[in-house]
């Protein structure tokens, strides 16, 4: 079966909320502890109105409404809104556990790379989860540094900052 990629719309947040419980509970209870991801979970797979109106992030589905993965990118620095020019930042990527290994994320990775570069995006950033990086590896980036993301006052959730020059 094959899927379409397009430009996420705001009608689309309730069923990427549902992708990022179905990917994110099951992707990533390898590399977390089972208590970080019961407190992180909750804050971590709700879908961002803004991001899904922002016409940077993106869907692949197989029918209409079917949503199988997600991600896409913005100028703006996650958490902070900081912009620095020739930069963006690679957001909220996910991939139901059904159809991982099956090019999705590649394919949505790739529009975010075509797309950057057309609005003259010079490097690329994520904050991969411990089990995307060799993901993040295999598609030109580079390991930075572990970094600790400050998820709310009392919960940090350990992430891999990696970078990426465009050609």
């Known amino acids: 079966m094959s899927s379409l990629i397009r430009i996420a ?8 909320g549902a992708l990022l ?11 977390y502890d089972d208590d970080l ?23 692949a589905e197989t029918e209409p409404g079917k949503i199988i993965g997600c991600g896409g990118w913005t100028a703006a620095k996650p ?20 159809w991982i290994r099956r090019g999705i994320a590649t394919r949505l990775l790739v529009r975010c790379f075509s797309d950057a570069q057309s609005y003259g995006i010079r490097k690329l ?4 989860t411990l089990n995307a990086e060799r993901f993040y590896q295999a598609s030109g980036f580079k390991r930075v540094e572990p970094i600790d993301v ?8 350990p992430c891999i900052l990696m970078s990426r020059e465009m050609a």
Do not use: N
Not at 21 to 31: E, G, I, R, T
Not at 79 to 95: D, K, P, V, W
Not at 125 to 128: D, I, N, Y
């Open 79 to 98: 958490g902070s809104g900081e912009i620095a020019e020739g930069e963006a930042h690679i957001r909220h990527f996910a991939i139901h556990p059904h």
């Open 37 to 59: 991801l019961v407190r992180a979970l909750p804050h971590i797979t709700k879908a961002k109105p803004d991001l899904l109106a922002c016409g940077t992030y993106y869907v």
């Open 9 to 16: 719309r705001p009608t689309d947040l309730d069923a990427i």
């Open 150 to 157: 400050l998820i709310c006052p009392d919960l940090t959730f």
């Open 125 to 128: 950033h994520c904050l991969s």
């Open 21 to 31: 419980v179905d990917s994110y509970s099951s992707l990533l209870a390898a590399h």
